[in-house]
Structure formats: C-alpha cells, structure tokens
C-alpha cells in the first residue's frame, strides 16, 4: 500500500472559504492535511503565509502544499524563497500536472480572484495525482536545485 504524501494548506485573507473547501476536499480524498491559513478575512501579509507553509515542507513536517492568495503569485514568490521549495502558480489542470511532471513541484499556488472554486478543486487533483516523471527532468530540477546554493 502506498503512503499518501501529508498536506499543508495556507493563504492569506483572499479567499478563506476556498481554501478551507480544498482542505476538506483533500482531507475527503484521504490525504493527511493540515490548514494553517488564517481564520477571519483580516488583512494579512501574504509572505508569512508562503514562508510558514514552505519552511514546514523543507523541514520534512510534510511533503506537500497548497497556497492562495489574490493571484497566486505574490505568495508562490515567498515559498520560493525557502530553500527546496518548488512552487509553482496554476490557472489551468495541464500546468498543474506539469509542474509535478516535469518540475517535481512540491507546492502548487493557485490565485483565488483568478479561478473559480470548481477550477481550483481539479488543479488540486490533477497535482496531487500526478507523479514526478524523472530522466531528464530529474536532471534539470537538479539545475534548479543547484542555484539555490
């Protein structure tokens, strides 16, 4: 039996209610999940948010992540910040199994004022189902890993 990979969920204050639906979601699919986004739609800075998620996974505390905000990029920068952290922004399902595919993403980053709930939801599937492919692109996300040092 496989070990499904452990979750972790975060975002700022754009859309909570979309980031708790994918928590449940996730959690109904029968991840391992844990939402550490806020809880009121209190303005909050997007960059503790990516940093606290992507320092979690680079720890080893999860292999996963999930981030929102506004349009997905501010705080998909921060994760990035964190060394071992690839974290990709997706709008669309083929971005978010290439980003897996080719990238061995390990966070995917989704903007709540740019796609709809039902979207989001099948982003998140076709991440969390999509397994890195290696060869040549295991070479290439050494490339990228080599930067960070």
Request: glycine content about 10%.
């Amino acid at each position: 039996m496989t070990v499904k990979p452990r979750i972790i969920i975060s975002s700022d204050h754009a859309d909570i209610a979309l980031r708790q639906d994918i928590a449940r979601h996730v959690a109904e699919r029968g991840f391992e999940v844990e939402d550490i986004g806020p809880a009121t739609a209190e303005r909050t800075d997007y960059p503790k948010h990516g940093e606290a998620a992507a320092r979690r996974i680079a720890a080893g505390e999860f292999d996963l992540g999930i981030l929102i905000c506004g349009t997905g990029q501010g705080i998909m920068m921060a994760a990035n910040k964190v060394k071992g952290i690839r974290c990709g922004v997706c709008a669309d399902t083929f971005s978010a199994k290439m980003i897996r595919a080719h990238n061995d993403a390990n966070m995917l980053s989704m903007g709540a004022r740019v796609i709809g709930a039902g979207l989001a939801l099948e982003i998140v599937d076709a991440f969390l189902d999509t397994e890195f492919e290696g060869g040549r692109h295991g070479r290439r996300v050494d490339m990228i890993t080599a930067i960070e040092d």
